[in-house]
């Protein structure tokens, strides 16, 4: 069974700075793309930034140059540093990870519960 957990929302300030990881764990031979999405309430969930396994990264035009993906394949694990914070920032932050979990080269994409970013004065 694969689990895939988010970690490090929380209140911050506008300006401020957070940085949210998530780890995949359980069965998993492979993981090829691992990535963030958010919703804000009455919204959809939209593309915040994606980074595949050999680094390449990609970026939605309203995070470009204040967030910052990465990650540590021997560790499973993603993050997300989010600074310059924006009131728009605030949601509710999703993880994914795209996984061979039977070791047959097909990938399947496992979302964690979700970490909650608020933005307040």
């Known amino acids: 069974q694969v689990q895939v957990v988010e970690s490090g929302g929380g209140l911050v300030q506008p300006g401020g700075s957070l940085r949210l990881s998530c780890v995949a764990s359980?069965?998993?031979?492979?993981?090829?793309?691992m990535g963030w999405y958010r919703q804000a309430p009455g919204k959809q969930r939209e593309l915040v930034a994606t980074?595949?396994?050999?680094?390449?990264?990609n970026y939605a035009d309203s995070v470009k140059g204040r967030f910052t993906i990465s990650r540590d394949n021997a560790k499973n694990t993603v993050y997300l540093q989010i600074d310059s914070l924006k009131p728009e920032d605030a949601a509710v932050y999703y993880c994914?990870?795209?996984?061979?979990?039977?070791?047959?080269?097909?990938?399947?994409?496992?979302w964690g519960q979700g970490t909650q970013v608020t933005v307040s004065s």
């Open positions: 994914h990870a795209d996984l061979d979990p039977y070791g047959r080269s097909t990938f399947y994409r496992y």
């Open positions: 359980g069965s998993i031979f492979s993981i090829n793309t």
């Open positions: 980074i595949t396994s050999g680094g390449s990264t």
